[in-house]
């Protein structure tokens, strides 16, 4: 099976703008998690998604935000970048996402925020 | 909220040392998955553990989780040089998200 795909892998915004990252999961599962990851902070859990619903979040601000397709692609938008929004963002998929299944996480996008 | 601690932060030894990283939940545990990240790279599944006392080895690396299902551990004997990176233990409580420690970065001298 193909592992988890995330796009863009790079991406260069400045303070203001708005971004929007895509992860495509392995084929068969519905569950996507998105976690952001900075040296200072590690791995913080943004959203999950199972079955086109936002089924847990974690305390980030509304500007983040998420979706989920009928196919279990998903993507999470970022408005309004401020600097400290520079991090690698990771999409991992599980088959459903419960009962502590192992989590596949993608190659991640690093964003940098100028 | 849970909170997962990891110690040490850091680790440097020489190629063919011991390595143990610690892991403690703030609560307990309905399982407990420990992770690795290559540097520039993604993390990896590596283990996951459920039961109160539970061992499980992977060559040369040992997981323990705890009696109370509130911590664990993650040994590697005689480190090599593939074993750079930083190891995430990631816990997951009754009815809650995972949460992901801070890891512990290894570094193996040659």
């Known amino acids: 099976k193909a592992g988890v795909t995330q796009t863009p892998r790079y991406l260069i915004k400045t303070r203001g703008q708005q971004v929007t990252l895509s992860c495509s999961p392995i084929?068969?599962?519905?569950?996507v998690s998105w976690y952001q990851q900075t040296p200072g902070q590690g791995l913080q859990f943004l959203f999950e998604?199972?079955?086109?619903?936002?089924?847990n979040k974690g305390n980030f601000p509304g500007r983040f935000s998420g979706r989920q397709f009928s196919n279990s692609r998903s993507e999470m938008n970022v408005s309004t970048l401020e600097l400290g929004d520079s991090a690698l963002y990771l999409c991992?998929?599980?088959?459903?996402?419960?009962?502590?299944?192992?989590?596949?996480f993608g190659p991640g996008t690093r964003l940098l925020v100028l | 909220g849970q909170q997962v601690m990891q110690i040490p932060q850091y680790q440097h030894v020489q190629e063919g040392e011991d390595f143990t990283t610690y892991c403690n939940s703030s609560?307990?545990?309905?399982?407990i998955q420990w992770y690795k990240q290559r540097p520039g790279g993604h993390p990896v599944f590596l283990i996951q553990?459920?039961?109160?006392?539970e061992v499980k080895k992977q060559k040369r690396l040992t997981f323990q989780f705890g009696e109370a299902k509130k911590n664990s551990s993650l040994h590697i004997t005689a480190t090599q040089t593939t074993d750079v990176g930083t190891y995430f233990c990631a816990g997951h409580g009754y009815g809650q998200n995972f949460v992901f420690g801070p890891g512990t970065r290894l570094s193996v001298l040659p």
């Open positions: 998604y199972f079955s086109e619903t936002q089924r």
């Open positions: 609560t307990t545990l309905s399982n």
């Open positions: 084929s068969g599962h519905r569950s």
């Open positions: 991992a998929s599980s088959s459903s996402g419960t009962g502590g299944e192992t989590q596949y």
């Open positions: 553990l459920v039961k109160s006392g």
